[in-house]
């Protein structure tokens, strides 16, 4: 088996999927790269670690002159809100970024997976049970840019034959490393305030429904995705996955089963308000289900009790 290369990996997504995929596949297979050094020990130590930045075509050609990479996981991106503040740069990254893995995936023979999301449907969109495929016509710069991606990703597939596969991820909720910059951020940063003060001051209005999955799920949809037989795929790119769907006062209740106490009060910033309007209440991920096996195991029942346990453990290790 070829080695794996995960760019971004000290994000979010990356920092849990890198740990996971050494567990797999061996630390020696994967290639974590970032433009940051990561903090924690066992991700920069625990496999090797290269400086990448993707905007550079000469740090990937580096890369892949080094290793033997047969697979990409291109995670490298600028998230919703953090867009709205600077357009230039969420379409430099997320665009050019994703250009410049392309072509090395298509030079090199790779398998690619590309993370598309919620960002990628509007105003126009149904809202509820939203199709595989519909209306998409975002008004932030990140759907955007994750339109472009789905489009580019399909056409690397059928004009180079380039394996490009890709989901799109609704909000993802994690204790490892902190998403930053996005609009569905309030559902993981809830939880440590909970903890930490028992009390949190949302940024949504407490009706508002996005969809969302646990960390675990998103993992097991990237690698189920990438192992899957391609001649089931017939949509390749893009394909709806989610988890649960609920609204900050819904999760508030959840916690308060386990924090009695615990208040929710409200101070809504427009910019992420209006971004939380224009996506899906709840997508259809019936093409997933069908095409790949895809299933959620973490409701949000589950989700908010590991939570709980998983950040109490950490800020108890931390003190
Ligand atoms: N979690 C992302 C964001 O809020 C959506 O894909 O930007």
Redesign the pocket.
Known sequence: MKQILVTGAVGQIGAELTTALRQRYGCEKVVATDIRMPVDKDLRDGGPFEFLDVLDPNHITRVMQIYQIGTIYHLAAV???I?ESRPNVAWTINVNGLYNILEAARQYQCSLFF?S???AFGKLTPKDNTPQDTIQRPDTI?GVT?VAGELICDYYYKRFKVDTRGVR????ISCVAE?G?????YAVEIFYEAIKHKKYTCYLKADTYLDMMYMPDALRAMVNLMEADGTRLLHRNAFNVTAMHFTPQQLAVEIRKHIPDFKISYEVDPVRQE?ADS?PNYMDDSAARAEWGWKPEYDLEMMTSDMLGKIRQKIAVDD
């Open positions: 998230l919703s809100a867009g993370p999301s919620i960002g990140y994750k991820f609704p909000g993802l998403p910059g996005g609009t569905t951020d971004i996506w």
